[in-house]
């Protein structure tokens, strides 16, 4: 139950030494290569969207992962910015075709529909958001 923790530039290009980090994480803790998958793909929309989307923003983001017995929790952090809670995006109409649907909302969707948790906590006075996602091992 050992957490590990990174900060990383807060660019699209940063999301190399995300995976590299995560990849580390992943194979030391022996999370099964489909878990891993999953991690990665949540990180990189959470991480794309903060980078992307998020008003001000610090110039790192900070990204945590534990293993705890058949669950990995990972923590993402974004400081100096504006509050957006996941839970308020709109649900895309994902059974509509490609020219009923609207911009946004699907990169959401995508990742709460891939974990068991996913939480969002905002403190105003140093404008942090912090996103925690609970997967459970596939193996």
Not at 98 to 111: A, T
């Amino acid at each position: 139950m050992t957490e590990v923790s990174g900060e990383f530039r807060r660019e699209i290009d940063a999301l190399g030494e995300v995976f590299a980090f995560l990849e580390t994480f992943s194979d030391g803790q022996g999370v099964d290569e489909k878990t891993s998958f999953c991690i990665n793909l949540v990180v990189e929309e959470l991480f794309t969207n903060m980078v992307r989307h998020n008003e001000g923003g610090g110039d790192q983001i900070k990204v945590s992962i534990e293993r705890r017995d058949n669950r990995v929790l990972l923590e993402i952090v974004d400081t100096d910015v504006e509050p957006f809670d996941p839970e308020t995006a709109e649900v895309p109409m994902v059974d509509a075709g490609i020219g009923e649907r609207r911009p946004g909302g699907l990169g959401i969707y995508l990742v709460r529909s891939m974990v068991d948790d996913l939480n969002y906590d905002y403190e105003p006075e140093g404008r942090r958001m912090r996103i925690t996602v609970t997967k459970t091992l596939e193996n």
